[in-house]
């Protein structure tokens, strides 16, 4: 059966062939199989790809929900923080207000 490489693979997913190996390093760890060393290449067989493309489109769903949570985290601190700045403005406004008259 023929081989194909995480390039080839990553273009039928739409994305790098990085964020595939990624994938695939994480995929291999929970599996216990062996990860191919610096400088060694991934040959994946042909009966994979689906398997593969699936468990990816998974995961990079599962990446995005992480990082929009975080954003929203972000955005909702920021808010606070923002909304904490006024409060003080707004005392030392008044205290300027009230030591000037």
Known sequence: MAQFTTTEI???AHCTSKE??????????AAGN??????????????????????YRKHAAA?????AAKA?????ESSEDAS???LLAAELSERKGASGA
């Open 10 to 12: 990553a273009e039928r």
């Open 20 to 29: 595939l190996r990624v994938y695939l390093r994480l995929r291999a760890k």
């Open 34 to 55: 062996p990860i191919p060393g610096k400088g060694s290449r991934w040959a994946i067989e042909g009966r994979e790809i689906n398997s593969i493309l699936s468990g």
């Open 63 to 67: 990446l995005a929900a992480q990082r």
């Open 72 to 76: 929203a985290q972000a955005a909702q």
């Open 84 to 86: 904490e700045a006024d």
